[in-house]
């Protein structure tokens, strides 16, 4: 089983940027795939970015150009930077393992001036 913590969410300005980390353990061996997700209020969970063990990454279009999922296999972590933060992107922000349905706390960002 992996467990995953989400960080790094905050209130930030329209434009503005976040680094969202998300520390894996248990399990890390069982991973072959790490994914962000978002859920804004009244809105379906979606995802935003994925990245395989292969190093190929897939965006949804919404953010292509402005996020970037990344990985430090050493530490265990999967990062998503923010970029050009827009208020549409305002949502809780969850890691994923392996496309199982389970989920954590989230981490929140918040895009107000």
């Known amino acids: 089983q992996v467990h995953l913590v989400e960080s790094g969410g905050g209130l930030v300005q329209p434009g503005g940027s976040l680094r969202l980390s998300c520390a894996a353990s248990?399990?890390?061996?069982?991973?072959?795939?790490m994914a962000w997700y978002r859920q804004a209020p009244g809105k379906q969970r979606e995802l935003v970015a994925a990245?395989?063990?292969?190093?190929?990454?897939n965006y949804a279009d919404s953010v292509k150009d402005r996020f970037t999922i990344a990985r430090n296999n050493a530490k265990n972590t999967v990062y998503l930077q923010i970029n050009s933060l827009k208020p549409e992107d305002e949502a809780i922000y969850y890691c994923n393992a392996n496309w199982v349905e389970s989920w954590g706390q989230g981490t929140q960002i918040t895009v107000s001036s």
């Open positions: 990245i395989a063990n292969n190093g190929r990454t």
């Open positions: 248990g399990n890390i061996f069982s991973i072959y795939a």
